[in-house]
């Protein structure tokens, strides 16, 4: 465990967190400790889990990425003692659940949109510390960090960072997203895009580094983060994806963003992106064969459209 190595872990907690008692007792915290550790390592891999907590037990053996540590325990620290606080709203004994009461008026319980909006501020938080981790990772580039699936992975693909990413589909530059949407990236570009391209000349594409970036690149790349996003909304839970995404999505189309995300407007999303995706994907053929670009300047005569155009 990276935590508790003076046998000061609550104070290490309070450190990373600013919200846990220094007093408290450690071992009330040690499962969730344990429970978010195994979470952080799906993503970032058991290679590196091992050399942070190495440089946490031995730092004057691996002084090289001793920055690691807290990179690796603030994002632990965070989720754990959420979930501790989450548990303790009611006390658990031998006749019952029970919450307590304060009989002096000094305190009241929370209502429960203020226990909601306290959750999401540090799932926010969590989020936040995990992306942190993971540019670090990028940045630094440990053996450990290279041998990962997720890195491997990112490698063969036409994005291969939350940043790039972010330049095609808003996702606040999160990239703990785009390790989460590592395999609908790979399925909407070797089923589609990659297809679409033409396999002779798609190498090239994949390995193009030029700045800027041709007109074909971006359109690829444009229209592999369109069918990601929009399999990704089909496909997972939304708690996992950032509900500003939708929303953010929804407000530009004229949909309101103050109204909470259903499920049909999920699935109304999802098709619109994958329509804006097949746009991309004839852009994109158009700049491999150099064909100048056809614009529609009349609407076409759609009895399903419920509208006039002056």
């Given at each position: ?220 790349s444009k229209a592999v983060a369109l069918l990601a996003m ?80 002056l």
């Amino acid at each position: 465990m990276i935590f508790n190595k003076d046998k000061n872990g609550a104070k290490e907690l309070r450190e990373l967190t600013a919200n846990y008692y220094a007093n408290n007792d450690f071992n009330k915290i040690i499962g969730e400790i344990e429970l978010a550790t195994d979470e952080l390592e799906q993503l970032v891999g058991k290679p590196v889990m091992e050399l942070a907590e190495k440089c946490y037990m031995n730092p004057d053996e691996n002084k090289d990425y001793m920055a690691l540590v807290r990179k690796v325990q603030r994002p632990i620290a965070l989720l754990s003692t959420l979930r501790l606080y989450q548990k303790n709203d009611l006390s658990h004994e031998d006749d019952g659940r029970k919450f307590k009461v304060a009989t002096d008026g000094s305190e009241k319980l929370p209502w429960e949109w203020q226990l909601d909006r306290d959750d999401a501020l540090h799932l926010e938080e969590y989020y936040k510390a995990v992306d942190a981790l993971i540019r670090y990772l990028n940045r630094e580039e440990p053996d450990e960090w290279k041998e990962s699936d997720a890195y491997k992975l990112s490698r063969t693909l036409l994005i291969r960072n939350g940043a790039s990413f972010d330049s095609y589909f808003p996702i606040e530059k999160s990239e703990r997203m785009f390790l989460i949407l590592l395999p609908f990236i790979r399925e909407a570009q070797q089923l589609t895009v990659k297809r679409a391209y033409g396999l002779a000349n798609w190498d090239a594409l994949l390995a193009e580094k030029d700045v800027p970036e041709t007109d074909a690149h971006f359109a690829a790349s444009k229209a592999v983060a369109l069918l990601a996003m929009s399999m990704a909304l089909r496909r997972l839970s939304l708690s996992v994806i950032p509900g500003g995404i939708i929303r953010k999505f929804m407000a530009e189309s004229g949909m309101g963003e103050s109204k909470p995300v259903s499920l049909e407007d999920v699935n109304r999303v999802s098709q619109w992106l994958a329509d804006d995706a097949a746009t991309w994907i004839d852009e994109m053929k158009r700049a491999r064969d150099g064909d100048s670009p056809e614009y529609d300047l009349l609407p076409k005569n759609d009895r399903r459209n419920k509208y006039c155009r002056l």
